[in-house]
T-cell receptor
Framework: KAGVTQTPRYLIKTRGQQVTLSCSPISGHRSVSWYQQTPGQGLQFLFE???????NKGNFPGRFSGRQFSNSRSEMNVSTLELGDSALYLC????????????FGPGTRLTVT | AQSVTQLGSHVSVSEGALVLLRCNYS??????LFWYVQYPNQGLQLLLK??????LVKGINGFEAEFKKSETSFHLTKPSAHMSDAAEYFCAVMGNSGNTPLVFGKGTRLSVIA
């Protein structure tokens, strides 16, 4: 069974631009969570989607948004990029909401210049 | 609110020596506890988890961890370190309803010296 896939793997953007990252969960998994990883702040939860509905949201500004499609694939969008948004963005999938075992993708490395 | 503290941002051991990575948690409810490993330029891989039942849990690659409620700890151990164990290790906590997000510690980088 294929694992969690994230595209693109690497991305370079300029301040003020927007970016969309994509995540395809493991087949059969219906819940997708997003995390931001930076050297300073570590791993921080962004949001979780289940059945196309956002179930949990972390403490990030409204520039960070996401959505989930009927096939469970998820996208996250960051608008008006700032230098501090440079990070590794990790997506994790699990079977469903209230299932605790999460499987992580390789991440998308975003660099904002 | 839940939190995780990992003692030591960097641990260095000799090949064949005991690996001990420390994790203490804070949670108002009995938590689920996890250890993840991250190799360079990769995502996180689940090593082991504690939910309920036996407090000593065994994971992949010879790792194990013991949940000690009285000490609010979940330390990760491996009897004999291998060069391939060099990586970043993260301890994480989740509320036992399963519907709260993972809260991660800052991570511990393990170096293995030949």
């Amino acid at each position: 069974k294929a694992g969690v896939t994230q595209t693109p793997r690497y991305l370079i953007k300029t301040r003020g631009q927007q970016v969309t990252l994509s995540c395809s969960p493991i087949s059969g998994h219906r819940s997708v969570s997003w995390y931001q990883q930076t050297p300073g702040q570590g791993l921080q939860f962004l949001f979780e989607y289940f059945s196309e509905t956002q179930r949990n949201k972390g403490n990030f500004p409204g520039r960070f948004s996401g959505r989930q499609f009927s096939n469970s694939r998820s996208e996250m969008n960051v608008s008006t990029l700032e230098l501090g948004d440079s990070a590794l963005y990790l997506c994790a999938s699990s079977l469903g909401w209230q299932t605790y075992e999460q499987y992580f993708g390789p991440g998308t490395r975003l660099t904002v210049t | 609110a839940q939190s995780v503290t990992q003692l030591g941002s960097h641990v260095s051991v000799s090949e064949g020596a005991l690996v001990l990575l420390r994790c203490n948690y804070s949670s108002s409810v009995p938590p689920y506890l996890f250890w993840y490993v991250q190799y360079p330029n990769q995502g996180l891989q689940l090593l082991l988890k504690y939910t309920t039942g036996a407090t000593l849990v065994k994971g992949i690659n010879g790792f194990e961890a013991e949940f000690k409620k009285s000490e609010t700890s979940f330390h990760l151990t491996k009897p004999s370190a291998h060069m391939s164990d060099a990586a970043e290790y993260f301890c994480a906590v989740m509320g036992n309803s399963g519907n709260t997000p993972l809260v991660f510690g800052k991570g511990t980088r393990l170096s293995v010296i030949a």
